[in-house]
């Protein structure tokens, strides 16, 4: 068994597909139609053979008020690695991402949180 | 939105909570830090340890709290990351395993088989192939 797929939920798969790749730089990998929606996943440049990333449509109604509570707490979705947090910030900054959380260390880590602008917070996490 | 938000909050309670002694756990990131950059250099525990001036027991277990694996495992990790990129640049077998800071090349190829599941010649040829076809 292998990990081949994890999912991010959208309200909208298009905008998510041009915020995904023209903002934070994953590449789309497979885009099929489905009855309802697109099996739409990205891959990293840096890793193209590794774990792809579904942008899921919110095709069920319950997953809503899941994840509007998840934003409202600040809770990232999911969190993505990057090799340098503060230049990653910058960088995102400079496009005009929004950020929940500034650069802030953990003891051994430091992260970030930025907002998706399709219904979640992303977490960007660096090991220092 | 921002400080005020629980997550954030949640995360300077933890930092608190879990990383009490800064300057400990700044020496732990420091020994990191320095495998990070030497690598590929005949480096072995008692050498990190050292620098840290913590006990080696107390220093294993305070970097396992960190980074989840062992100093002894994150050097290996470190070690087969660059491996993985030399090797895909055509970097004899050899000349990786030396690179990289492993003593033997029989180590070396078991220890990539292991974490890869491919030996260091197959990985080549198969990422070379994908990367050939993109």
């Known amino acids: 068994m292998k990990i081949t797929v994890m999912s991010v939920m959208v309200d909208d798969?298009?905008?998510?597909?041009?915020?995904?790749?023209?903002?934070?730089?994953?590449?789309?990998?497979?885009?099929?139609?489905?009855?309802?929606?697109?099996?739409?996943?990205?891959?990293?440049p840096e890793q193209r053979d590794g774990v792809e990333l579904l942008l899921e449509p919110?095709?069920?109604?319950?997953?809503?008020p899941f994840q509007k509570a998840l934003k409202e707490a600040g809770i990232p979705w999911t969190s993505f690695g990057v090799d340098d947090v503060e230049k990653e910030y910058e960088r995102l900054n400079k496009l005009g991402v929004e950020f929940t959380m500034k650069p802030t260390q953990m003891g051994p880590v430091k992260l970030a949180v930025l907002n998706d602008t399709c219904g979640n917070l992303i977490q960007i996490a660096q090991f220092i | 939105m921002g400080s005020e938000l629980f997550y954030n909050q949640e995360v300077q309670?933890?930092?608190?909570?879990?990383?009490?002694?800064?300057?400990?756990?700044?020496?732990?990131?420091?020994?990191?830090?320095?495998?990070?950059?030497?690598?590929?250099?005949?480096?072995?525990?008692?050498?990190?340890?050292?620098?840290?001036?913590?006990?080696?027991?107390h220093y294993i277990r305070l970097f396992k709290s960190c980074y989840g694996i062992t100093p002894h495992q994150y050097l290996i990790s470190v070690r087969l990351k660059n491996a993985k990129e030399l090797l895909l640049k055509d970097v004899s077998v050899s000349d990786v395993c030396e690179g990289v800071g492993f003593e033997s090349p029989s180590s070396f190829a078991g220890l990539f088989k292991k974490f890869t599941g491919l030996s260091p010649s197959s990985f080549r040829s198969k990422y070379k192939k994908a990367i050939l076809e993109k």
């Open chain 1, 58 to 64: 919110m095709g069920f109604a319950p997953a809503k």
């Open chain 1, 13 to 44: 798969q298009e905008k998510a597909l041009q915020f995904y790749t023209q903002v934070l730089g994953f590449e789309k990998k497979t885009d099929i139609p489905m009855e309802e929606g697109r099996w739409l996943t990205l891959v990293s």
């Open chain 2, 13 to 57: 309670r933890l930092d608190r909570k879990l990383y009490p002694r800064k300057e400990i756990i700044n020496r732990v990131i420091g020994s990191k830090q320095f495998m990070d950059q030497n690598f590929h250099t005949k480096l072995d525990l008692d050498s990190v340890v050292g620098k840290t001036f913590l006990s080696k027991f």
